[in-house]
């Protein structure tokens, strides 16, 4: 799987949209980008993924530039339990299993 | 509809025990798969079990073996612990072996 750079941190507003950026400039034409996060002492929730159009649904939306090499994740409104680590990856789908290989993630602070 | 759960959620091991972590996914699930996630690092994949066959891996050494039995429920053991085996011990489960995963919130295991 390709592998992904994300900043290893961000600060958002409560109530403001929370924009992370990532890079993934090495994806294949069969690969997807998928966003998962982890609040603390969790395990890792799936929030949304992409092939190549942008998608949205109720927890988030997903960008991805026209070249594929990067995408940013949207949370239109911030809350304080959003603060968590924001893992952008990139997979192949496909029955050859569905193994996650998890960065470093981004760190997301929201602020009162 | 129960999610993935895991047991114990807590325990403690001496260096060159042995320890079993339990997994039963989510209801209609029938691929399980580990992850392995030391403090402040991202999970790293252990290995997939689907049809109770070890179906992937990743780059852990044989000391990590695990199972699947009849009713999809998974079971880790990890024997000869060292103190680096310390960390959050992630269960996924899917839907078919390419399906999105579902985490459960893990087994923290401390090795002293």
């Known amino acids: 799987d390709a592998k992904t750079t994300q900043p290893p941190s961000m600060d958002c507003a409560e109530g403001r949209a929370a924009n992370l950026p990532c890079n993934h400039s090495?994806?294949?034409?069969?690969?997807?980008v998928y966003w998962y996060r982890q609040i603390h002492s969790q395990g890792p929730q799936y929030i949304i993924h992409g092939l190549k159009n942008n998608e949205t649904n109720e927890m988030a939306s997903l960008i991805i530039t026209e070249d594929r090499k990067s995408s940013t994740l949207i949370l239109p409104h911030a809350t304080l339990r959003d603060t968590a680590v924001y893992y952008c990856i990139v997979r192949v789908v496909g029955n050859a299993g569905n193994m996650l290989t998890f960065g470093g993630g981004t760190r997301l602070m929201v602020k009162p | 509809d129960a999610g993935v759960t895991q047991s114990p959620t807590h325990l403690i091991k001496t260096r060159g025990q042995q320890v079993t972590l339990r997994c039963s996914p989510k209801?209609?699930?029938?691929?399980v798969s580990w992850y392995q996630q030391a403090l402040g690092q991202g999970p790293q994949f252990i290995f997939q079990y689907y049809e109770e066959e070890e179906r992937q891996r990743g780059n852990f050494p044989d000391r990590f073996s695990g199972h699947q039995f009849p009713n999809y429920s998974s079971e880790l053991n990890v024997n000869a612990l060292l103190l680096g085996d310390s960390a959050l011990y992630l269960c996924?489960?899917?839907?078919?072996?390419?399906?999105?995963?579902?985490f459960g919130e893990g087994s923290r295991l401390t090795v002293l």
């Open positions: 090495t994806i294949s034409g069969n690969e997807y």
């Open positions: 996924a489960s899917s839907l078919v072996i390419s399906g999105e995963l579902f």
């Open positions: 209801s209609g699930h029938d691929t």
